[in-house]
């Protein structure tokens, strides 16, 4: 047995899951596909966080929002209609689970 497979069983025992691998595989792609429309938070890589409604977004990670906020060091510091983002400043896209309103 390879070590790989032997790795594999011992995460598997360790989940709880068995044998058996319940899901799919889902891709960054597939990810950044599903949260079209839904709240998020862009991270920069200035440190600067904008939160929003994500309307669209390329293969260059550039990012279009609606009903953002800008948030600098935590604190709200603007509030625009649509903003766009140029992908090479994005470090990370997260959603939101909350309402977007929290200030935090």
């Given at each position: 047995?390879?070590?790989?497979?032997?790795?594999?069983k011992k995460e598997r025992k360790m989940s709880g899951s068995g044998d058996k691998v319940v899901g799919t595989t889902k891709t960054p792609a597939d990810f950044l596909k599903s949260?079209?429309?839904?709240?998020?938070?862009v991270k920069l890589n200035s440190g600067v966080d904008y939160r929003?409604?994500?309307?669209?977004l390329d293969?260059?990670?550039?990012i279009a929002?609606?009903?953002?906020?800008?948030y600098v060091n935590g604190q709200l510091k603007n509030k625009y209609g649509d903003a766009f983002i140029r992908g090479?400043?994005?470090?990370?896209?997260?959603?939101?689970?909350?309402?977007?309103?929290?200030g935090a």
């Amino acid at each position: 047995m390879s070590r790989f497979v032997a790795q594999r069983k011992k995460e598997r025992k360790m989940s709880g899951s068995g044998d058996k691998v319940v899901g799919t595989t889902k891709t960054p792609a597939d990810f950044l596909k599903s949260i079209r429309g839904r709240p998020v938070v862009v991270k920069l890589n200035s440190g600067v966080d904008y939160r929003g409604i994500l309307a669209c977004l390329d293969g260059y990670m550039n990012i279009a929002m609606e009903q953002t906020e800008e948030y600098v060091n935590g604190q709200l510091k603007n509030k625009y209609g649509d903003a766009f983002i140029r992908g090479n400043n994005v470090l990370y896209i997260s959603t939101v689970k909350g309402p977007l309103a929290d200030g935090a």
